[in-house]
């Protein structure tokens, strides 16, 4: 089914370790962007890239880095995790920047540092 | 930073009762969004809107955004067990901040038999 899949869905880490949390979309979106869920602050926008070669941050890009290769792939590198870093991580695209069609969220990548 | 603050973070009625969800800002947003979310799964997106004073309807539930483009609100009508979820509304500001969706806190609703 096309859509966005995130890998793993479950993950421990312990402090300073480094890891990358996979996405990939199969709808040729243009936009692909990074988002963190925490309890009773919705979702806060970590990266994001308007298309391949090009990436930027969002509100809370600090600890993270992305790249952008290809149209299909936007991994998340977590350079040295910190327990700050526990959260529900989704990766969401959508047709383009504008996002007036809406984003196509994958099922979450749920991260624990311990 | 632009914010949105939704309200009620929490709602838990009865099956076959009418319910409202609102979004508010001070910052006025190029479109707004409306998302459900269930446990263990991303965010689904049920509307976009993108006119101020844009209402729109998915079955039981009327979308409005605000004439001045800062404020939406979420309408159930006659709700059922299956309407139980997270609702978020998310705000895209356009201009160079296309694409920086800021999403409020979220709502939970639980509808019971």
């Known amino acids: 089914n096309a859509g966005v899949t995130q890998t793993p869905k479950f993950q421990v880490l312990k402090t300073g370790q480094s890891m990358t949390l996979q996405c990939a979309q199969d709808m040729n979106h243009e936009y692909m962007s990074w988002y963190r869920q925490d309890p009773g602050m919705g979702l806060r926008l970590i990266h994001y890239s308007v298309g391949a070669g090009i990436t930027d941050q969002g509100e809370v890009p600090n600890g993270y880095n992305v790249s952008r290769s290809t149209t299909e792939d936007f991994p998340l590198r977590l350079l040295s995790a910190a327990p700050s870093q526990t959260s529900v991580y989704f990766c969401?695209?959508?047709?383009?920047?504008?996002?007036?069609?809406?984003?196509?969220f994958g099922s979450g990548t749920r991260l624990t540092v311990v | 930073t632009q914010l949105l603050e939704q309200s009620p973070q929490f709602l838990s009625i009865q099956e076959g009762e009418n319910l409202t969800v609102y979004c508010n800002s001070s910052?006025?947003?190029?479109?707004l969004q409306w998302y459900r979310q269930e446990p263990g799964e991303g965010p689904v997106l049920l509307v976009t809107v993108v006119t101020g004073g844009e209402v729109k309807k998915l079955k039981r539930l009327t979308f409005q955004f605000g004439d001045a483009r800062k404020d939406s609100s979420l309408h159930i009508t006659a709700a059922q067990p299956g309407d139980t979820g997270l609702y978020l509304c998310?705000?895209?500001?356009?201009?160079?901040?296309?694409?920086?969706?800021?999403f409020g806190q979220g709502t939970i609703l639980t509808v019971h038999p």
């Open positions: 998310a705000g895209d500001a356009g201009g160079t901040s296309y694409g920086k969706l800021t």
């Open positions: 969401a695209s959508s047709y383009s920047r504008t996002g007036k069609r809406g984003y196509t």
């Open positions: 910052s006025v947003f190029s479109s």
